[in-house]
């Protein structure tokens, strides 16, 4: 079977929890209950990739994280709408307003039009979350290059309402018309509004015709010579639209506003969010979105995974190592979103391993409960833990406590493992078929019947030591519903 088949997710038809659904909002710095705008629909915009290479496996994460929350919704009974946004246009090398644009980058690094550079990685993107499981099903993915008027519109709006003013290369959004400013990054590094554009002034390099180093381009005009690739009329001559407007235009389009939730990765806070805010608050006069949700970095040796830091990883890379994609994303719900990660190829190693033993399981514990589920505390327990802001860890560990407990039935089980993968998406209710294996040898299955019959006799003493033998010889002893189960760890 294909890692890059994605497969649709079952609602639970058997446990039902009452537990609340709580939701950390960068807002507000606090965990709120999530209610939707509409009733019974919840819609999520995430920022999507720029699309002028591949995404590394840092910026996956972030996507990762889009869908479990997803997931988690559907789970609880919403029907979920959501926004992928691909940028194909307009965000510069430095995300701070400066530099060329990185489309150009890529087609000039390629020698293919800004359109081909698009199409190519976009579906590369795509593949890649597939591969990781990401239920792109009812995922809508639009292109800037596909919503330049509606950006336009949104400009005027903002011109019209006295919040804009010209330079040599550009309409610019004057972040001091606007109180609120750097509102979202209050409850981190910056306390004030003062402070937050302090500490964005510092991340942009001085431009003298800006009237503060904050404020940000809406609209920039081509630079004199050969027309650029991309390029379109507008009120203000031809240009092409500023970063941080596509995200504004396209929510609002697409999903209304405000959006219920607003992802993406905690660099966004500072500038592209904060001035997604900004100018989309001033437009309408109404939030942009409720909830305002983002995930932590990935490092290497305690540096940011990073094109510009040239320790970039991608997702093809885990593959050609022969480790499931998957493992990838069994890596990522060990720490909450948002918790920084550090990436190393052993940790990557044992989640691949892990997640082998966790799909074995699975498969005994379906065929001994032939499918059927019994709800159970057990199978609550995960659902309340999900729920409280996205606890993975604590639900991952908790689903491997229930698949090792002897007291519970294969039943039970089962449905701890269905309603726990409806938001793991670890393929844990339909794993991929096992590799044939190798038969152990003679003194090994000794072992592992000896062990059955103490555990049996609750000798546990016995069957501990009988457990430290086998792992002293190279193999994981887990306890699975209808005994031991030994795997030869991975070389």
Not at 11 to 34: C, H, Q, Y
Request: aromatic letters at 8%.
């Amino acid at each position: 079977m294909s890692w890059f088949s994605v497969f649709g997710r079952r609602r639970s038809v058997a446990t039902k929890s009452n537990a609340p659904l709580l939701l950390s909002n960068a807002l507000t710095g606090r965990k709120e209950i999530f209610t939707p705008n509409k009733a019974g629909i919840a819609t999520l915009y995430s920022c999507g990739p720029t699309v002028y290479s591949k995404a590394q496996i840092g910026n996956l994460r972030a996507y990762i994280f889009s869908d479990t929350i997803s997931r988690l919704l559907t789970q609880a009974g919403y029907r979920v709408r959501r926004v992928i946004n691909i940028t194909d246009v307009g965000h510069l090398v430095s995300d701070a307003d400066e530099g060329e644009d990185k489309m150009q980058v890529g087609s000039k690094r390629e020698g293919l039009s800004a359109e081909e550079i698009a199409s190519k990685y976009t579906k590369v993107f795509i593949d890649d979350l597939s591969a990781l499981n990401v239920d792109t099903n009812d995922v809508r993915f639009p292109k800037a290059t596909e919503y330049i008027q509606e950006q336009i519109v949104l400009i005027q709006l903002l011109e019209q309402k006295g919040y804009t003013y010209k330079t040599s290369d550009g309409i610019y959004f004057d972040t001091s018309k606007f109180p609120g400013y750097g509102a979202l990054d209050s409850h981190g590094a910056a306390h004030t509004r003062e402070a937050a554009v302090a500490d964005i002034g510092r991340r942009i390099t001085a431009n003298k015709e800006k009237h503060l180093p904050a404020d940000f381009a809406l609209w920039r005009f081509s630079p004199p010579g050969p027309a650029r690739a991309q390029e379109w009329q507008s009120p203000w001559g031809r240009g092409f639209p500023g970063w941080h407007v596509e995200c504004s235009a396209m929510a609002r389009a697409l999903l209304g506003q405000p959006v219920d939730i607003h992802t993406g990765g905690i660099d966004h806070i500072p500038v592209h969010h904060t001035n997604e805010i900004a100018q989309s608050e001033a437009a309408y006069g109404t939030p942009l979105a409720r909830f305002w949700m983002h995930q932590a970095f990935l490092t290497i040796n305690g540096e940011k995974v990073s094109k510009s830091l040239g320790n970039d990883i991608y997702l093809s890379d885990i593959i050609e190592r022969g480790f499931h994609p998957l493992s990838l994303r069994y890596f990522f719900l060990q720490a909450h979103y948002s918790t920084s990660m550090s990436f190393t190829w052993d940790a990557l190693k044992a989640s691949d391993e892990a997640l082998r033993r966790l799909w074995k399981l699975a498969r005994d514990t379906r065929a001994l409960s032939s499918e059927r589920r019994t709800p159970s505390d057990a199978s609550r327990r995960i659902m309340a833990l999900l729920r409280d802001d996205l606890s993975t860890p604590q639900a991952l560990a908790l689903l491997w406590e229930v698949l090792r407990d002897d007291e519970l039935t294969p039943a039970q089980q089962w449905d701890a493992v269905t309603v726990a993968d409806e938001v793991f998406g670890l393929r844990l209710s339909n794993p991929p078929a096992a590799a044939a294996p190798q038969p152990l040898p003679e003194d090994i299955e000794e072992m592992v019947q000896e062990r059955d019959q103490a555990r049996n006799n609750r000798d546990f003493a016995r069957a501990d030591q009988l457990r430290i033998h086998m792992e002293n010889r190279g193999y994981r002893v887990d306890d699975g519903p209808s005994g031991t189960v030994v795997t030869l760890e991975r070389g």
